[in-house]
């Protein structure tokens, strides 16, 4: 869900920022080696967005709209992380040959200084999985250095892409796939990658039953990345809640067992509802920084990839 507006790719009253045809030297992409196309930067000067020329006018539509979006986008993550982020390029082209967005997006790594060139895939009538994808990556530049490829990052980045673009990635769902393959422990246990949808999938429920009680994504996310790589689902509950850690398991069995119609979705408890959006809405946006923060450590080489489940086959 998105804070203020829900984007649209076509037909804007808005005026649109002027394309600027010259190009400055572009950042090296994380895999993008064509031309890059300097659409413009956003009136607050933190997002340079970029564009593979060779996707003609609906590649170019998605890149103008992620330019007039950029600036709530990232007002909305400072909100989240309650701290403010570091200027970022992003480029949005057809990644895995993709242009309907499945093809997820990248980054190099998660802080303002190695993971500050974001590649986002194309979404060809659909601006709002454009903006979703480059939350994704944003997200995980606040994270400065944690959690970086463990199932626990990609878990909150994913949930900040939902809350900012009203759940425009919902075929992305990884919760449906973790309860079909018997809900396996990844609360009292963090999963050092995030390519595992069963993981991913139970830290997005867990992070669903917490948002339905009122612990809002900018009160998780903070904790999440104060807690480290380290950090379990179980240790966020107990300090949110000053309940036990070794209640956080049982007690989320117990709501998922109690849901009427079980894990269809990512968000099961139905936490992302206005109530959470107004959470966000009403965190406190800290002063935006000309300069990125001194990140706390460096990611080491893991995937920073977003992409779909893979889906699995009898």
């Known amino acids: ?22 190009s400055p030297a572009a950042p090296v992409w994380p895999s993008y080696t064509g031309t890059s196309r300097l659409v413009g930067t956003s009136p607050s000067g933190r997002v340079t967005v970029y564009v593979d020329p060779t996707l003609g006018q609906p590649g170019m539509q998605n890149a103008q709209d992620l330019l007039n979006d950029a600036d709530r986008v990232v007002g909305a993550n400072d909100a989240i992380f309650g701290t403010p982020g570091g200027p970022v390029s992003v480029i949005v082209f057809a990644l895995g040959n993709a242009t309907d967005g499945t093809g997820g997006a990248d980054h190099m790594g998660c802080d303002y200084t190695t993971g500050a060139a974001i590649e986002v895939d194309a979404s060809f009538g659909n601006s709002a999985r454009v903006s979703a994808l480059f939350e994704a990556e944003l997200s995980e530049c606040s994270m400065n250095g944690n959690l ?13 892409a939902a809350v900012i673009s009203h759940n425009a990635l919902s075929d992305f769902a990884t919760a449906p796939q973790w309860a079909q393959d018997g809900k396996p422990d990844f609360v009292d246990k963090t999963d050092p990658t995030d390519q595992n949808g069963d993981s991913i ?3 997005m429920a867990f992070l669903s039953w917490l ?22 689902l179980a240790q966020l509950y107990a300090n949110l809640t000053s309940d036990a850690a070794s209640n956080a398991w049982p007690k989320f069995q117990n709501a998922i067992q109690a849901l009427p119609n079980g894990v269809t979705s990512d968000d099961p408890f139905g936490a992302s509802q206005p109530a959470q959006i107004a959470s966000v809405r009403a965190a406190k946006v800290p002063a935006r920084a ?13 995937s920073k990839r977003l992409l779909p489940p893979t889906r699995k086959t009898a």
Do not use: F
């Open 1 to 22: 869900m998105s804070p203020n507006h829900r984007i649209k790719a076509t037909r804007t009253k808005k005026k649109p920022v002027d394309i600027n045809r010259a």
């Open 148 to 160: 970086c490829g463990l199932s626990t990052g990609e878990a909150i980045s994913r949930w900040c």
């Open 201 to 203: 999938g139970c830290g």
């Open 211 to 232: 948002m339905s009680q009122s612990y809002g994504l900018d009160k998780i996310a903070p904790e999440m990345v104060a807690l480290g790589d380290s950090g379990t």
């Open 290 to 302: 000309v300069k990125p923060p001194a990140p706390t450590a460096i990611c080491q080489p893991k």
